[in-house]
Antibody, heavy 118, light 109 residues
């Protein structure tokens, strides 16, 4: 059974850096073709893809957020970490991580709500 | 790149069929066979319903089908059931990144 779970702060202040961890089980991020992605969803709004890291350490970022994002993996810990700098209230959202196989996402974690407020 | 375009809402009565469109460009939907569809119930994580335009993951009812013509992909739900009421999002590979649509709220009347 494949599971993913997001963890990190629920509240961050404007201008701070957000660090989120995706801890997964049931697959290995060293297996060819496997990737883990991050997607967010502001309250009441649409999904937005953020970043993706593949088994070979290839990394892809949303062009509009690329300057603020860093994605890394720790294969031995079965974790993927996303950092987002210079947080703003518009970044308030539920952040999801998901297993990616050839550009789709399945399954998804339960999501974690991050609120940006002073 | 802009998000993919979906109608904000769609509806149908139980037993009917409804189709949701997803319009992109030749750089995303039209250029690759990597269109996927997700179902999201309130307060829940999205669930993959269709991948690679028309393929169904194991466990997804065959009432759900996908297709593509040019720069527009479509999700059809046949034999609507009450539990199909949810938000639906399309997604497409776009060369070096991934796009999502704005979402369609499907109401079962």
């Amino acid at each position: 059974q494949i599971t993913l779970k997001e963890s990190g702060p629920t509240l961050v202040k404007p201008t701070q850096t957000l660090t989120l961890t995706c801890t997964f089980s049931g697959f290995s991020l060293s297996t060819s073709g496997v990737g883990v992605g991050w997607i967010r969803q502001p309250p009441g709004k649409a999904l937005e893809w953020l970043a993706l890291i593949y088994w070979d350490d290839d990394k892809r970022y949303s062009p509009s957020l690329k300057s603020r994002l860093t994605i890394t993996k720790d294969t031995s810990k079965n974790q993927v970490v996303l950092t987002m700098t210079n947080m703003d209230p518009v970044d308030t959202a539920t952040y999801y991580c998901a297993l990616s196989s050839r550009n789709w996402f399945d399954p998804w974690g339960q999501g974690t709500l991050v609120t940006v407020s002073s | 790149q802009s998000a993919l375009t979906q109608p904000p809402s769609a509806s149908g009565s139980p037993g009917q069929s409804v189709t949701i469109s997803c319009t992109g460009t030749s750089s995303d939907v039209g250029g690759y066979n990597y269109v996927s569809w997700y179902q999201q119930h309130p307060g829940k994580a999205p669930k993959l319903m269709i991948y690679e335009v028309s393929k169904r993951p194991s466990g997804v009812p065959d009432r759900f089908s996908g297709s593509k013509s040019g720069n527009t992909a479509s999700l059809t739900v046949s034999g609507l059931q009450a539990e199909d009421e949810a938000d639906y999002y399309c997604s497409s590979y776009a060369g070096s990144n991934i796009l999502f649509g704005g979402g369609t709220k499907l109401t079962v009347l």
